[in-house]
């Protein structure tokens, strides 16, 4: 079946520092990925999305590119605040016998520092 | 526009009870998802239901069952609870749920299922 595998946390940074988090897929046909955050306490927030290859999400300054040829979807941030420390989970959508839904990875928590 | 909201917040049960967490989807949406999210993990899908039928279910076990009313809310029912149930309980909505390409799900805050 289609699975998610991303990076390992936690993720230490310093303020102002780059930011990339791993994802990889396996997946039949061609899903759409996106990314989620999901803050101390709450539910998931959709952070980015892209519905086909070479499609580039963006949000928030959260970057991640839908790479084919290498099946990934890797979140970057150019200049990561304390406001971002959260957990991110990559996920794909399983279009499956007439309905749609979710495969997540397992969540990469992200912890930045002042 | 009201968005997903779960009730309750928080719940403690002990092994071999049964639960009913509620979901009311967001406004103008006609499917709902649940899933499970273990401590640390990814969530997983449980099952879906688009008006008011299941529509597909994951791997999870038939005391996991569930409801969904003409406005669309839905329920979430746990029998036989296990000490491996514990985890925080998400629902989503979208709409037209059944034979569409995915639509994005909205996320509520979550019930956090603790069992004893």
């Known amino acids: 079946g289609n699975s998610v595998t991303q990076m390992e946390g936690p993720v230490t940074l310093s303020e102002e520092a780059f930011l990339t988090i791993n994802c990889t897929y396996t997946a039949t046909g061609y899903p759409s990925l996106f990314w989620y955050v999901q803050y101390p306490g709450e539910g998931l927030q959709l952070l980015l999305k892209a519905t086909k290859a070479d499609d580039k999400g963006s949000n928030k300054g959260f970057e991640a590119t839908y790479r084919k040829e290498t099946t990934s979807f890797h979140l970057e941030k150019g200049s990561v605040q304390v406001s971002d420390s959260a957990v991110y989970f990559c996920a794909l959508s399983d279009e499956l016998g007439g309905y749609s839904t979710l495969t997540f990875g397992k969540g990469t928590m992200l912890l930045v520092s002042p | 526009e009201t968005g997903v909201t779960q009730s309750p917040t928080h719940l403690i049960k002990t092994r071999g009870q049964q639960v009913t967490l509620r979901c009311s989807s967001q406004?103008?949406?006609?499917?709902v998802s649940w899933y499970q999210q273990a401590l640390g993990q990814g969530p997983q899908f449980i099952f879906q239901?688009?008006?008011?039928?299941?529509?597909g279910r994951g791997n999870f076990p038939p005391r996991f069952s569930g409801l969904q009313f003409p406005n669309y809310s839905s329920e979430l029912n746990v029998n036989a609870l296990e000490l491996d149930d514990s985890a925080l309980y998400l629902c989503?909505?979208?709409?037209?749920?059944?034979?569409?390409?995915?639509?994005?799900?909205?996320f509520g805050p979550g019930t956090r299922l603790t069992v004893l």
């Open positions: 406004s103008g949406h006609n499917t």
């Open positions: 239901y688009y008006r008011e039928e299941e529509n």
């Open positions: 989503a909505s979208s709409s037209d749920g059944a034979g569409s390409s995915y639509n994005e799900q909205f």
